[in-house]
Each structure stands twice: as C-alpha cells, then as structure tokens.
C-alpha cells in the first residue's frame, strides 16, 4: 500500500525547534518529488517547501525561508523538515505529499500537529 | 505569494452542476498549466481531483472536470452528490519554484 506518515509533531515555545518527519512505503520513494503542505487552525492549505528527488534542490515559501529546512534520506524513505525559531503563526497541521504529476500532489499523509506556545 | 482568490462557498441541489473558480495573476494560474484542484475533509488527508488544469488522476470520478481561462481556473462538479461535500483547494505552480494554494472553497450540498 502506498502511505506516507508523518511525526515530530509537538508543542514547542516560541523560538524553539522541531523535527517533522514523513515516512514513505509501498513506492519507489527516490523516484518522487516531495512536499510539505501546513494548515492552520481554521484556515486553508498553505504550501511550505519542495525539494527534488536527490535532495540537490529546494524551495520554500517566503514565511518560512531560512528558518525551515526541507531535506530527505532516500536510503531511509524519509523526508524530514527542520524549523527553527518557531513562531506562534506556524501552528498547524503539517502535511507532507508526494508530487507525481508536475505540482499535482497525489499521495498525502494524515498530518502532524505542531503548537508553537508559551 | 499571496493566495489564489477563491469563493468562501459554493452550494448546489443533488444532480446539479457546480463551478468553483480560482483567481490567480499572470505570475501563477495565467502562466502555468500546472493548477492542481484538491478534496479535503476536515481531520483527513487531501485527495488530488484534477491536476495540470484538467487531467483526471485514476479513481477520480468523471464528474470533475477542469478549465483554465486567463488567470482564472475552475472546477466544476456535475451530478451533485452528498458525498461531495467538502473543502476544495486550487494550487498552482508560481515560478521559481514556489507553488500557492487557493484561500479554499466550502462546498454544500443542499
């Protein structure tokens, strides 16, 4: 079965930091593009970062550029997102995808909650 | 990177047809044919509807379709169904890299 799970979530005061990590299984996950996608309590979908199949390039979303960073262990099918000095706006549930169709994210995770709170 | 405009809601009657649409700018949806439309239901993962505009993945039903005129994409749901009933997302490819979610779309079925 194609799945991806997420983890890492947690509570974590402001200015702290936070693992999230995305297992995939049942595809070749080096073989995909890779995203995290977060949701903030009560609001929409908002696309966080990218990164290529051999982990050589990434992209990130102006609020989080140079505190989040986006990495993967294909050995491991592991995506990973390490943010650092975390805000009160990044509480969400963080989402990971696979992209298999060009910015068409066809499998996805259940997500994992991140609370960024004193 | 500001969010594709998207209408707070749209409601139809079972059987009927509905369009949502998704306003983006020449930097996004105008310039790209990489709109992506997604199915959320509150507490569950986001299921891919429609992708490159108007290409269906396998599984989705043949009641979704996609269009792209200018800086605007749609989604239209024919044969309305309760099951339907959901947040849906536009996304679209911005340049260097970036991509942008629509503001999101309440969809009821009356």
């Known amino acids: 079965e194609v799945q991806l799970v997420e983890s890492g979530g947690n509570l974590v005061q402001p200015g702290g930091s936070l693992r999230l990590s995305c297992a995939a299984s049942g595809f070749i996950f080096s073989s995909y593009w890779m995203h995290w996608v977060r949701q903030a309590p009560g609001k929409g979908l908002v696309w966080v970062s990218r990164i290529s199949i051999d982990g050589s390039s990434t992209s990130y979303a102006d609020s989080v550029k140079g505190r989040f960073t986006i990495s993967r262990d294909n050995a491991e099918n592991t995506l990973y997102l390490q943010m650092n000095s975390l805000r009160a706006e990044d509480t969400a549930v963080y989402y990971c995808g696979r992209d298999a169709f060009g910015w068409g994210l066809d499998v996805w995770g259940q997500g994992t909650t991140v609370t960024v709170s004193s | 990177q500001s969010a594709l405009t998207q209408p707070a809601s749209v409601s139809g009657s079972p059987g009927q047809s509905i369009t949502i649409s998704c306003t983006g700018t020449?930097?996004?949806?105008?310039?790209?044919?990489?709109v992506s439309w997604y199915q959320h239901h509150p507490g569950k993962a986001p299921k891919l509807m429609i992708y490159e505009v108007n290409k269906r993945p396998s599984g989705v039903s043949n009641r979704f379709s996609g269009s792209k005129s200018g800086n605007t994409a749609s989604l239209t749901i024919s044969g309305l169904q309760a099951e339907d009933e959901a947040d849906y997302y536009c996304?679209?490819?911005?340049?260097?890299?970036?991509?942008?979610f629509g503001t999101g779309t309440e969809v009821f079925v009356l």
């Open positions: 996304c679209s490819y911005a340049g260097s890299s970036t991509g942008v």
């Open positions: 020449s930097s996004d949806v105008g310039s790209y044919n990489l």
